[in-house]
């Protein structure tokens, strides 16, 4: 544990309480005062209500979409279910850059819905929720689906037997099965909803902020960092309060079920109303997911045909110091520099969490591991360029800062990946290794690693694919001579003109494939005893 805990707390605990410290103090003076202050103030208490119900709003439309899609993947075996498994999963893995710009391009100004129908919708809210919707639908897939599979379903037949109908038997039986679930995935659709930022800062424009967008605008356009302070310690206890919640509700799936094996409970659709079921949820694919990433590519050819692909290789001298491809090429180095420290800080932290002789503080610790997801991106960055900068630690020239801080999103996926399956390992193995005569190193290099090797890859690749998407905190740290992909998309975004709207959905495309293909190898790697996220 000694590795994880001082990354966090060199990396994580100390620039967000050194950037939350430097703007609760004047002169340097606390003024504690100053969180009533900033509640006061009746823009923060609009930005904290919308933050909220447009969280829960689209946690329930994402329930409501999902809910049948985790149903048909749990129980119905058909051609083509792992590729759209994986295409359902590709918006989780996309950089929320991207997710913003493609819904750019679909119901924006000059988007399709634009052009065949006049409708625009960037300039309101539902722009935002079908882009959450988008972005989480997977969670509820996988999350959900990954527990149906595994339910036997003699259960619900044995009620239907007893003469209860088809929906009380599901009712009765299989919801309260799945409510732990449920509840699981709800909350980490609320947690990501709650805390979004590339989506809102995009779509929303000037008429909508969450929490995470009022805090780079209060850092990086107002530089009031006494109201980004208290922000970030309003969203840092929510965060915490729907992670404790959340770890809850895991314990509670893992402990109350009897599970089968999930390759048993899937078979062909029967009948006209489960085909009919099928195709109403491979139509909300293709609707929800697929057409505005196919708007998205079509965008970046636009009339010129590959012109704005073109032009990302020539220095414009404007909004990049170096042609805008280099991006692919700094956003791939970082990327791999992150998965690397993600693999070496999640899986040392993930073997200590699963000794059977740890204790209560090393356990109490998992949950902490997830804090990043939550808390405010753009404070870490921020934090970054305030805390990091006196020897030893004067980071701030350094390219290893974008890695570290991309790393910090990367280590609970490797965390929530390798668990279960380091879990699964029977200690009697390392035990007779240790009989032996094996030293422990040996015993985990010849007993843990072959079983562990292909989750740890897998592992690795999420850590990479979300590396490439980070945003809220390199936005602050990359240089501008080495924007990332993320980065160099948002730059476009924020001038005016088709030829910078174009470059921004070829590079939106390109992280696409990136992405993309990333998630179509784990899927290959996948195996039902790696986890779901």
Same mark, same amino acid.
């Given at each position: 544990?000694?590795?994880?805990?001082?990354? %966090?707390?060199?990396?994580?605990?100390?620039?967000?309480?050194?950037?939350?410290?430097?703007?609760?103090?004047?002169?340097?003076?606390?003024?504690?005062?100053?969180?009533?202050?900033?509640?006061?103030?009746?823009?923060?208490?609009?930005?904290?209500?919308?933050?909220?119900?447009?969280?829960?709003?689209?946690?329930?439309?994402?329930?409501?979409?999902?809910?049948?899609?985790?149903?048909?993947?749990?129980?119905?075996?058909?051609?083509?279910?792992?590729?759209?498994?994986?295409?359902?999963?590709?918006?989780?893995?996309?950089?929320?850059?991207?997710?913003?710009?493609?819904?750019?391009?679909?119901?924006?100004?000059?988007? +399709?819905?634009?052009?065949?129908?006049? &409708?625009?919708?960037?300039?309101?809210?539902?722009?935002?929720?079908?882009?959450?919707?988008?972005?989480?639908?997977?969670?509820?897939?996988?999350?959900?689906?990954?527990?149906?599979?595994?339910?036997?379903?003699?259960?619900?037949?044995?009620?239907?037997?007893?003469?209860?109908?088809?929906?009380?038997?599901?009712?009765?039986? $299989?919801?309260?099965? +799945?409510?732990?679930?449920?509840?699981?995935?709800?909350?980490?659709?609320?947690?990501?909803?709650?805390?979004?930022?590339?989506?809102?800062?995009?779509?929303?424009?000037?008429?909508?902020?969450?929490?995470?967008?009022?805090?780079?605008?209060?850092?990086?356009?107002?530089?009031?960092? !006494? $109201?980004?302070?208290?922000?970030?310690?309003?969203?840092?206890?929510?965060?915490?309060?729907?992670?404790?919640?959340?770890?809850?509700?895991?314990?509670?799936?893992?402990?109350?079920?009897?599970? *089968?094996?999930? !390759?048993?409970?899937?078979?062909?659709?029967?009948?006209?109303?489960?085909?009919?079921?099928?195709?109403?949820? &491979?139509?909300?694919?293709?609707?929800?997911?697929?057409?505005?990433?196919? *708007?998205?590519?079509?965008?970046?050819?636009?009339?010129?045909?590959?012109?704005?692909?073109?032009?990302?290789?020539?220095?414009?001298?404007?909004? %990049?110091?170096?042609?805008?491809?280099?991006?692919?090429?700094? !956003?791939?180095?970082?990327?791999?520099?992150?998965?690397?420290?993600?693999?070496l800080i999640g899986s040392l932290?993930?073997?200590?969490?699963?000794?059977?002789?740890?204790?209560?503080?090393?356990?109490?610790?998992?949950?902490?591991?997830?804090?990043?997801?939550?808390?405010?991106?753009? $404070?870490?960055?921020?934090?970054?360029?305030?805390?990091?900068?006196?020897?030893?630690?004067?980071?701030?020239? !350094?390219?290893?800062?974008?890695?570290?801080?991309?790393?910090?999103?990367?280590?609970?996926?490797? *965390?929530r990946t390798m668990l279960p399956?380091?879990?699964?390992?029977?200690?009697?193995?390392?035990?007779?290794?240790?009989?032996?005569?094996?030293?422990?190193?040996?015993?985990?290099?010849?007993?843990?690693?072959?079983?562990?090797?292909?989750?740890?890859?897998?592992?690795?690749?999420?850590? %990479?694919?979300?590396?490439?998407?980070?945003?809220?905190?390199?936005?602050?740290?990359?240089?501008?001579?080495?924007?990332?992909?993320?980065?160099?998309?948002?730059?476009?975004?924020?001038?005016?003109?088709?030829?910078?709207?174009?470059?921004?959905?070829?590079?939106?495309?390109?992280?696409?494939?990136?992405?993309?293909?990333?998630?179509? &190898?784990?899927?290959?790697?996948?195996?039902?005893?790696?986890?779901?996220?």
């Amino acid at each position: 544990m000694a590795v994880p805990v001082a990354f %966090f707390a060199v990396f994580f605990a100390y620039p967000v309480t050194a950037i939350v410290a430097r703007g609760l103090k004047t002169g340097g003076t606390w003024q504690p005062g100053r969180i009533g202050d900033v509640l006061a103030q009746s823009d923060v208490r609009q930005v904290l209500w919308f933050t909220t119900w447009q969280a829960l709003v689209s946690t329930a439309l994402t329930l409501l979409i999902a809910l049948p899609g985790a149903y048909v993947f749990a129980r119905f075996d058909f051609p083509g279910r792992q590729v759209l498994r994986a295409v359902v999963t590709v918006p989780f893995v996309l950089p929320t850059v991207v997710v913003g710009t493609a819904f750019m391009a679909l119901v924006g100004r000059g988007g +399709l819905l634009d052009e065949l129908w006049g &409708v625009r919708l960037d300039t309101t809210v539902w722009a935002i929720l079908l882009a959450h919707v988008f972005f989480n639908y997977a969670v509820v897939v996988r999350t959900v689906g990954g527990l149906w599979s595994q339910l036997d379903p003699r259960q619900e037949e044995a009620a239907r037997m007893l003469g209860a109908s088809r929906f009380a038997a599901w009712r009765t039986v $299989t919801l309260p099965a +799945l409510a732990p679930a449920v509840a699981a995935a709800a909350l980490m659709v609320f947690l990501f909803t709650f805390t979004s930022f590339g989506v809102v800062q995009i779509l929303g424009g000037p008429a909508f902020s969450t929490l995470e967008v009022e805090i780079y605008r209060q850092t990086s356009e107002i530089f009031d960092l !006494s $109201t980004a302070a208290v922000l970030t310690m309003i969203q840092f206890v929510a965060v915490g309060a729907i992670l404790a919640l959340h770890a809850w509700t895991v314990r509670r799936r893992e402990t109350t079920l009897r599970l *089968v094996d999930a !390759s048993a409970t899937a078979r062909r659709p029967r009948g006209a109303g489960q085909w009919a079921l099928l195709g109403s949820v &491979v139509a909300t694919v293709a609707v929800l997911i697929l057409l505005p990433l196919a *708007v998205l590519v079509q965008r970046s050819f636009g009339a010129a045909g590959l012109g704005y692909y073109r032009t990302l290789t020539e220095d414009d001298g404007g909004v %990049f110091l170096a042609a805008p491809i280099e991006a692919v090429g700094n !956003s791939l180095q970082y990327a791999v520099a992150a998965a690397a420290i993600a693999v070496l800080i999640g899986s040392l932290a993930a073997v200590a969490l699963t000794r059977r002789d740890a204790g209560r503080l090393v356990r109490g610790f998992d949950a902490l591991l997830m804090l990043p997801l939550g808390v405010s991106a753009v $404070t870490v960055g921020f934090g970054f360029l305030i805390a990091l900068d006196e020897p030893p630690l004067d980071l701030r020239a !350094s390219w290893i800062l974008v890695p570290l801080a991309q790393a910090l999103v990367g280590v609970p996926f490797v *965390v929530r990946t390798m668990l279960p399956v380091l879990r699964a390992v029977d200690v009697r193995l390392r035990e007779a290794a240790a009989v032996l005569g094996a030293s422990p190193w040996r015993a985990w290099r010849e007993v843990d690693l072959p079983m562990v090797r292909r989750a740890l890859l897998i592992a690795a690749g999420f850590a %990479f694919a979300v590396s490439l998407g980070e945003f809220g905190a390199t936005v602050f740290i990359a240089r501008p001579e080495n924007p990332t992909l993320p980065v160099a998309v948002a730059r476009l975004l924020g001038r005016p003109g088709d030829l910078n709207y174009g470059q921004a959905m070829a590079l939106s495309t390109i992280l696409m494939i990136v992405c993309a293909v990333a998630l179509l &190898v784990l899927e290959r790697l996948r195996t039902d005893r790696t986890g779901e996220f």
